[in-house]
Each structure stands twice: as C-alpha cells, then as structure tokens.
C-alpha cells in the first residue's frame, strides 16, 4: 500500500479509470454484436463509441480509425 498522498490520489484514479475503461470496452462489445447480427444503427453506434473512447483517452485517434476501417470491410464483404 502506498504511503505518500499523492501516491494514493493515483490509486483511486487509476481505480475510477479502470472501471470507465470496462464499461466502455463492455459497450463496444456489444454494439459490435449487433453489427455482426445487422441490426439497424449498429454501425453508427459503434463509430460513436469509439469516438467516445478517442475523446476520454481511452483509445488513440488511429486505434479508432483502424478499428471503424475493419468492422466497415467486414459489414460491406458479408
């Protein structure tokens, strides 16, 4: 355990971005899902999310974009 107040400060951020990070992923999951099961928005749900991630840290700008190119060439091949 850490002794120094700052040190504690960045256990408890880390701990509160951890879940954020989660649910994030946990909702990309999912809407991922949908676009594999051609639900309607599905794909501009997922562009969302992962704009979402870009903007909060989560992700960089280029994870994104690769991750949006790969999911749009398999909707536009099936």
Do not use: P
Not at 29 to 52: C, Q, W
């Amino acid at each position: 355990m850490a002794n120094i107040k700052a040190a504690k400060k960045d256990i408890r951020k880390t701990q509160r971005r951890t879940i954020r990070n989660k649910k994030l992923y946990a909702e990309l999951d999912k809407a991922v899902k949908h676009v594999r099961s051609k639900k309607d928005g599905a794909l501009n749900e997922v562009y969302s999310i992962l704009d979402k991630m870009v903007g909060r840290g989560v992700i960089k700008k280029n994870a994104a974009a690769r991750k949006k190119s790969r999911i749009t060439s398999k909707t536009n091949n099936v």
